[in-house]
């Protein structure tokens, strides 16, 4: 038992750890929490906010993570040199540790109006806070609506323990202890979540011919696919990808299977899936194909001012996999443009899948050619909101939902 808890502790080798500190009795537990991830490897830099400057001194915590602690938003020489976007962007994972019930409340609602609360807004990564306060503070109807929000948009809550506040009251709102936040850190960097798991993704468009020059294909970039093989291959997995022509390389050690027709892709879905554990559907697959593609090239004839296109409909790859008697875990992507949710849902249904990934492709911003995305995980027990964040750091918060599903 003890040798895998230090196992998982060497996760934290390396990692960019951003601490931030809130007014809490419990601010003191900061010094400790340094000290181990320290420790551990970690590089630390910390954040604290004006009132948990009471409890301890930015001097103690930046004499032990050997870095200058962040107390200002608008203070020139550091801006200069890591402002709050630079601290964001550093951060592989930022931790509230201790959180009070008023930083609950400020980032559930989204305020921006010191460093601590604008460099999460500006925050893109997995967000963990360990809450500390009073018991009845923890158990205000209104602390509880903002820590359900909060968890819903993916934050990890780690706490709070239970037992003798420093009130003198008996109940739950302890922060937990450092040890306990150190093993939760550790699990978000656990990079054998998939060892020993095959994962099959499409991606992509297709292309279907109309004759040898022409054919009907989609506006796909493949990015979302091809992310998503790097973040499953990062997380341990074996990992086939199916794609349609793209311009994007393939991450090393991903099987790469290159086709053009959803008829192409369908054969080499069947063929890889067999001993798939999760298939994952990213790819634009032509609904329809032109019935009769041309040996020949097409000539424009003067006479005809209008032609048409007779077109047969292509095999959902989605749904066979999802009607395979042995199947994998089986995960569908849902373009919307209009009532998001509830198409989604019903994607999830029709499809007999285990999980949608739901997203707004009206949206310039997000979607199809870029970078980023904002999309819903929908499961038949939970929707999970993952708010605008780049294509890698979202294809991790998949892979990490999808494996502790399988768990
Ligand atoms: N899909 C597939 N094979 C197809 C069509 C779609 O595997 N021939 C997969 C996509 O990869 C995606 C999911 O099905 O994961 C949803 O595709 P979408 O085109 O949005 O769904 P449709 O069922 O075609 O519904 P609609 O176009 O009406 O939204």
Redesign the pocket.
Known sequence: MKSLFLKKLNYLTNKNILLAVTGGIAAYKSAEIVRKLKKEGSNVRVVMTKSSQEFITPLTLQALSGNPVKIELLDPKSEEAMGHIELSRWADVMLIAPCTANTVAKLASGEGDDLLSTVTLAYEGTLILAPAMNQVMWRDARTQKNIKKLKKEGTIICGPASGEQACGEVGPGRMVEPEEILKNLSLIFDTEKLSGKKVLI?AGPTQEPIDPVRYISNRSSGKMGFSLAEAALEAGAKVVLISGPVSLDCPKNVHLVKIKT?EEMLKSVMHHVKDSDIFI???????YRPKFPKESKIKKLRTKKSISLEMNE??????E?SNLKEKPFV??????TDNLLK?SQE?LR??KLDLVVGNDVSSEEIGFDSDYNEVLLITNEEEIFVKKCSKTILSRKIIKFISNKLK
């Open positions: 499409t959803a559907s990213t790819a634009a697959v032509a609904d292509t095999t959902d790859i989605l749904r996999v995960v569908g992507f849902a373009a919307e198409n994607k029709k499809k």
